[in-house]
């Protein structure tokens, strides 16, 4: 299994329907990253570009979970896979019965 990542250029400024299509998004990224597919998310401050890691066979694949966002028709992507992606553990504290 690869990696890839995606980077989108997003329509400046939002039109009403690009805006109307963003809670099914964030549903679809979510249920894809509860599978695995997709690793991380990322948004830039501006809003204006998105990044996404994501775990795929080929960039056919990719292409098939990308084509599942709502939002795909009114966004510019460049794909491209990873060598490595080093991210920092999520480390979880202890629960504790005190």
Do not use: C
């Not at 066979?57 to 979970?65: D, G, I, P």
């Amino acid at each position: 299994m690869s990696q890839y990542m995606v980077e989108f250029d997003l329509p400046t400024p939002y039109s009403e329907e690009f805006m109307a299509k963003i809670p099914h998004q964030k549903i679809v990224v979510d249920e894809l990253m509860e599978e695995g597919k997709i690793i991380s998310y990322a948004l830039s401050m501006d809003r204006g570009r998105l990044w996404m890691v994501l775990n795929a066979e080929t960039e056919f694949e990719v292409l098939k979970v990308i084509n599942e966002f709502p939002l795909i028709l009114d966004m510019h992507y460049i794909i491209t896979e990873l060598m490595f992606n080093h991210a920092g553990a999520i480390h979880v504290p202890a629960f504790s019965l005190n």
